[in-house]
């Protein structure tokens, strides 16, 4: 078993193989239950060959979730081979079956020449598509790809109002973005140093320490006295 706090799981090797095993027999046929057996193989147990099988159930009966996080294990060669066509092909089917967050991933293949021939008119849109979906994470990523201008013209001006999309609905990525350019008032933002701690604020308290070390050193820049 596990002790508090340890971080392990609580099923002992034994257990958790009978656990897999109710699973397996319980789940054969329905797509959902085999996806969430999946997912806790995945997330608690971290048995990543054991949650391809159960994703790769779930993926074969169309479940939307599944087909798409094969297409993350293939990515990454997480209990399977690398495989970075077949990543794209899943990709691909999630979107067909109406999984938002499979844009994101298919884009990225796109803006990295994985699986596919490196597009940045690809990428872009289907980053488009995953923002206007709700994907904060295709948002961000496109306002990255604009505002530096990478593979695509600079367009600082729209980067800008994705980042700032992406930020109001909790991206602390987009949030640090955001804040940086706030401090400096560069590409067009007004600059505001109450705004830029408050963005940095919210974002550490999401976890993001790199936003709890950036304001940290401007907290201590501004307390410094002011020398004549």
């Known amino acids: 078993g596990c002790g508090a706090?340890?971080?392990g799981s609580c099923l002992t090797r034994g257990s958790a193989e009978r656990f897999i095993r109710m699973l397996r027999e319980r789940c054969s046929a329905r797509p959902?239950?085999?996806?969430?057996?999946g997912l806790w193989m995945d997330k608690v147990e971290h048995d990543m060959a054991v949650a391809g099988g159960f994703y790769l159930k779930a993926a074969q009966a169309g479940q939307p979730v599944g087909l798409c996080n094969m297409g993350v294990l293939y990515t990454q060669g997480w209990g399977v081979p690398q495989n970075h066509y077949r990543a794209v092909e899943y990709f691909r089917k999630a979107i067909e079956a109406g999984h938002v967050y499979a844009?994101?991933?298919l884009a990225l293949r796109y803006e990295n020449?994985?699986?596919v021939q490196q597009d940045f008119q690809m990428a872009e849109h289907i980053y488009q598509q995953g923002a206007d979906d709700g994907d904060m994470s295709s948002a961000y990523n496109l306002g990255l790809l604009l505002h530096d201008g990478l593979g695509l013209p600079s367009n600082r001006r729209r980067a800008i109002k994705l980042y700032q999309y992406a930020a109001d609905c909790w991206?602390?990525?987009a949030m640090y973005n955001l804040s940086l350019l706030y401090e400096e008032g560069?590409?067009?933002?007004?600059?505001?140093a109450r705004m830029a701690l408050k963005l940095l604020l919210l974002a550490s308290g999401l976890g993001d320490t790199d936003a709890e070390r950036k304001r940290t050193a401007m907290v201590m820049m501004m307390e410094q006295p002011v020398q004549e």
Request: aromatic content about 4%; hydrophobic content about 25%.
């Open 171 to 173: 991206h602390t990525d």
């Open 5 to 7: 706090g340890d971080g």
């Open 186 to 192: 560069t590409d067009g933002v007004t600059k505001d």
């Open 32 to 37: 959902s239950c085999v996806l969430l057996a």
């Open 113 to 115: 020449g994985e699986g």
């Open 103 to 105: 844009k994101f991933n």
